[in-house]
């Protein structure tokens, strides 16, 4: 009897916009594996049972998008140290038994994206800015604080969310008002945008950018558009510009060597077939 051919996916609500079915198609195509990467649309009110049902349909894992993330590490068995620090799972893996397992790539994604762009980028000793207080600054605020990064600017347009989330990480991240994150563009090393301000159909962001200056990195979450207005204001100024796209396609890598048993490559190829 021949082994079965493995079956992953993306589970979301919507999810028929996720490129993450490209990305893996493309994955598989290029290293010739027999599997399949398939996108499940599952209502919140649906998720449990539709999780607990996978295992018996030949699935063996799934990455898990907007509005799952929580609830998908709440209903795991066993998670990693960066699912729970991040409080959210966006990769899940099916034991043989039924079990499930939960990890979080974004923070992997977000730091290998930032490495490839930025090689020069050292974390020891640096300042950063980050921009938002939701489920990506989570992961993004565990990366920096688990590279070393030695102070954090936390700034969100609802200062409360973002002191909540300073409290899960404590030292090295401080609050600052929105209204200073204009001021304090120009007095860190690294500035990431973590909220959806630029995003294609979203206001933009919403105070002046002429802070940034040459020497600084700065990456924005954002990949529709590809260049955002950040990150044209830091080209003009000089500063080394690192686009969103990256990380969604390194997050992937783990979960694609975990269910398909190849380390895939992430290079242009790859990111000219993910934007078609």
Known sequence: MSARVPLAGVVGAPVGHSLSPR?????LSRYGIAGHYVPFHV???DFEEALRAMPKMGVVGVNVTIPHKVAALELADKASDAA?????????????????????T?????????????????????????????GAARAVLYALCEAGVAEIYLVNRTRETAE?????????????????ASDLLGAVDLVVNTTSLGMTGQPPLTFPLDGLRAGQVVTDLVYAPLETELLRAARA???????????????????????FGQRPDVDEDLRRTVLG
């Open 84 to 104: 729970r620090a991040i409080g959210a799972a966006n990769m899940l893996t099916f034991g043989a038994d039924g079990s499930v397992e939960a990890e979080n």
């Open 23 to 27: 990305l893996h198609g493309a994955w």
């Open 164 to 180: 909540r989330l300073a409290e899960v990480f404590v030292d090295p991240v401080r609050v600052a008002p929105w209204e200073d």
């Open 237 to 259: 100024a000089g500063a080394m510009a690192v686009d969103g796209l990256g990380m969604l396609l390194h997050q992937a890598v783990p979960a694609f060597e975990r269910w």
């Open 106 to 134: 974004d923070h992997y994604g977000f730091m290998a994206n930032l490495r490839a762009g930025a090689p020069d980028w050292r974390a020891a000793g640096t300042r950063a800015l980050v921009l938002g207080a939701g």
């Open 43 to 45: 209502a919140p009110s």
